[in-house]
């Protein structure tokens, strides 16, 4: 597996897989023909049935000036859903091109070639693995992901932690409506805001995590800066509990950025083995993986075993199984926004669950991974990320 650094990654919303990983295909196809005068880039499956509520678009130009964006809706026989055909032309005249493919996660690779340079880190490929050996060596996860990386993953969690942090903030400070055309008014200042005199505690945080998630989730949906954890779309769930534990229970940063690395080895595991892309597999994808993340997170915030770790983070992708793919109007905001705060809560539903029943568990986390996998693979094209079924379809005929 590569490095969990390359599970984080700093951009602008809204999508990971329609906005970051064109726009890095674009900067490797500009530098592989730097003497074209013109670029032209063709659009298939999602990308071009939601690339223009994504922005898929403005993030190529913005990598590629001027180049001229086709949206393919007709061909079907894709080798991945997210497929991009770049074009490079000069005087007129094709001069080469590219078929790269955007992943997931702002990842993209070649047709023939990794595009992606991130080297292999952990020899390790399933949870399984990864349990069996942190027992024979009695050390933690935490412990594990120290020793697997190198010596600047300390610094690049604390980038990646600060970016997190600022998105929650900026999101809590921010009102108004979302652009886009559905008139999606910003609710996380008034869920924040809110306070009910009579309110119990359990109340209280869930609102309060509640409005840290569409914080985050809102700031992608404006096209802001965020963090994919491990998607642009997912990307409020882990920030909004972690930043819940630092700010509201006074967990200390260290143990913060080692719950951190625990969720990125847990991305690193599910992308690994299955995918974090909407369009390749729905958003259990997307949302799934991410409440399973932050599931492990917390559990290992709270000093938990391995095992616990586990069960809490295969509760959490179990009952996100099947989970569709349907944003309306190809924007990330309906029903987006309101699955990262409701992840969020199941996550730490999952841990508590975790906490007193890990000894009977009969699932383990690879074998849950593998479910969405293949459950994601069934789907109808409709529920992944093309705005053809779900929700998408029922809100656009009203």
């Known amino acids: 597996m590569k490095s969990i650094k390359s599970v984080f990654k700093i951009g602008n919303g809204p999508s990971s897989s329609h906005t970051v990983g064109p726009y890095r295909a674009a900067q490797y196809f500009g530098r592989r023909y730097p003497q074209a005068d013109a670029y032209r880039v063709t659009l298939f499956g999602s990308l071009a049935f939601t690339g223009e509520g994504h922005g898929t678009g403005k993030a190529i130009c913005a990598a590629l000036p001027g180049t001229e964006v086709v949206y393919n809706r007709n061909e079907t026989n894709l080798p991945h859903p997210n497929t991009m055909l770049f074009t490079a032309l000069k005087e007129g005249k094709e001069i080469g091109s590219s078929r790269i493919f955007s992943i997931g996660g702002g990842a993209i690779r070649g047709e023939t070639e990794a595009l992606d340079e991130d080297r292999e880190v952990y020899p390790q490929k399933y949870f399984s693995e990864i349990v069996n050996l942190c027992r024979e060596r009695g050390i933690s996860l935490a412990h594990y992901i120290a020793r697997s990386e190198d010596a600047s993953l300390r610094e690049d969690l604390k980038t990646v932690w600060a970016a997190m942090q600022d998105s929650v903030r900026r999101g809590l400070a921010a009102q108004g409506e979302l652009p886009g055309g559905l008139g999606v008014a910003r609710k996380a200042?008034?869920?924040?805001?809110?306070?009910?005199?009579?309110?119990?505690?359990?109340?209280?945080?869930?609102?309060?995590?509640?409005?840290?998630?569409?914080?985050?989730?809102?700031?992608?949906?404006?096209?802001?800066?965020?963090?994919?954890?491990?998607?642009?779309?997912?990307?409020?769930?882990?920030?909004?509990?972690?930043?819940?534990?630092?700010?509201?229970?006074?967990?200390?940063?260290?143990?913060?950025?080692?719950?951190?690395?625990?969720?990125?080895?847990?991305?690193?595991?599910?992308?690994?083995?299955?995918?974090?892309?909407?369009?390749?597999?729905?958003?259990?994808?997307?949302?799934?993986?991410?409440?399973?993340?932050?599931?492990?997170?917390?559990?290992?915030?709270?000093?938990?075993?391995?095992?616990q770790i586990e069960y809490a983070a295969e509760i959490a992708m179990e009952h996100n199984l099947g989970l569709t793919c349907d944003p309306v109007n190809g924007l990330v905001q309906i029903p987006c926004i309101e699955r990262n705060a409701v992840a969020a809560m199941r996550a730490i539903s999952s841990v508590n669950l975790s906490r007193f029943l890990y000894e009977t568990r009969k699932i383990s986390f690879d074998e849950v991974v593998d479910t969405m996998y293949r459950t994601g693979k069934d789907m109808n094209e409709k529920y992944r990320e093309t705005s053809h079924g779900g929700l998408a379809s029922i809100y656009r005929n009203q």
Do not use: W
């Open 189 to 307: 200042k008034l869920l924040y805001e809110k306070r009910c005199y009579n309110e119990s505690a359990d109340v209280a945080m869930n609102r309060v995590i509640a409005a840290y998630a569409y914080a985050v989730s809102e700031e992608n949906a404006d096209e802001h800066v965020v963090v994919t954890a491990p998607t642009c779309g997912s990307c409020g769930v882990l920030p909004a509990v972690l930043y819940y534990m630092q700010t509201d229970r006074g967990f200390p940063e260290a143990e913060i950025l080692d719950a951190l690395a625990v969720a990125g080895i847990i991305g690193n595991v599910i992308r690994t083995n299955a995918s974090i892309s909407g369009a390749e597999c729905g958003c259990q994808a997307e949302i799934g993986s991410a409440c399973s993340m932050t599931a492990a997170a917390l559990a290992s915030l709270y000093g938990l075993n391995i095992d």
